[in-house]
């Protein structure tokens, strides 16, 4: 997962890492690097022998007050039995070390978390592994899961210095949208900058009709794509929370079934999703109903990401089957346009 890194940083990291470790009273010995995206994640060996991941935030992504309230969220998400990673204490009693860069880039901050066991439900761009029962059974227990996590949320009362990203209009098609001006990317043709600015006004109108309709919104995980629901013993997990805040629930939703569209399953494992969910937690006709406009959405970040990251290997071709994905969930007849009508 890292192998297009430089040697250099990953030395870096991993002397930054194994400096951490002393704070949870672990040896400062070199980790193991297995994920580097948005933070650099090693994976460690506790005293008990039992693994944990120690996450390295890269440095501007989130401040320090969004880092601790994302580990206090998951905090209480474990406590209310919730199958998420639990945020492991300092000797201190703290959640969140600062690690000084002496000299070498900007300070970082480091957690741990319990890891895991499990695997990801599947890759990105590679068909599903799992038998068409199980693909439909883990969509329903997916769903059931999302709807529990919206339901701790809404019981939860949060720090008053909580402070997470809001995924609304403003964070989704505003001047700065969380994930970075997806209509404004250097790689993009003129054609395309302009196809994407006007998408973004008819998009900004929908969402503007959504607030009117008083939607369920709230904390959400906002990142639920394959790589981050582990799997184990027919069992779903969660992972990853760097991206969790404030949003519509059926941004969760359309977030886990993305990347699936191609799945010769599709369709049943939407209605699997939908059903799980409200197994557990109501959901309207009227909020299924734009499922479209939200997948639409959640296509358009992945553009704005790779926008402000565009030295990653590879960045031009994902840019290009990004923008291609969105323009076609657009136009489709049940696309963001036939919301717009409703």
């Known amino acids: 997962m890292a192998d297009f890194l430089p040697l250099s940083l990953i030395t870096k990291l991993e002397r930054r890492a194994a400096d951490s470790l002393v704070q ?45 309230s994302e580990l206090v969220w998951m905090q209480a998400l474990y406590r209310a039995g919730l199958p998420v990673p639990e945020p492991i204490e300092t000797e201190s009693g703290e959640l969140l070390v600062r690690v000084p860069c002496e000299g070498e880039g900007e300070d970082q901050f480091a957690d741990l978390l319990t890891w895991l066991p499990g695997t990801p439900l599947g890759e990105t761009g590679k068909p599903l592994a799992w038998s068409p029962r199980e693909q439909v059974d883990l969509f329903r227990k997916v769903g059931q899961t999302v709807a529990r996590l919206h339901d701790q949320s809404d019981r939860w009362k949060a720090p008053k210095d909580f402070q997470r ?37 008819r998009l900004a109108k929908a969402m503007a009709a959504l607030e009117k309709r008083r939607h369920d919104y709230g904390l959400i995980h906002a990142d639920l794509v394959r790589e981050n629901i582990l799997v184990s013993d027919g069992e779903v997990s969660f992972i990853d929370f760097d991206d969790a805040g404030h949003g519509y629930r059926m941004f969760d939703l359309a977030t886990a079934l993305l990347k699936n569209r191609s799945e010769p399953l599709f369709p049943a494992l939407k209605d699997a999703l939908i059903e799980g969910y409200r197994s557990v937690r109501p959901l309207s006709d009227a909020e299924v109903a734009t499922l479209p406009l939200f997948l639409t959405l959640r296509s358009l970040t992945y553009i704005g990401w790779i926008a402000s990251r565009t030295e990653m290997p590879g960045a031009e071709v994902r840019l290009a089957r990004y923008y291609r994905d969105t323009m076609e969930l657009a136009a489709a007849p049940d696309g963001e346009g036939a919301f717009l009508t409703a």
């Open 24 to 68: 949870w009273g672990l040896p400062s010995r070199i980790p193991i690097l297995v994920k580097y995206r948005e933070n650099a994640v090693f994976r460690v060996v506790r005293g008990t022998g039992s693994f944990a991941g120690l996450r390295l935030h890269r440095p501007g992504y989130h401040d320090l007050q969004a880092l601790q």
């Open 165 to 201: 990203p809001h995924w609304n209009r403003d964070g989704l098609l505003g001047e700065t949208p969380v994930w970075g001006r997806f209509w404004d990317c250097p790689l993009l043709s003129a054609s395309e900058r302009e196809g994407l600015s006007a998408l973004r006004e």
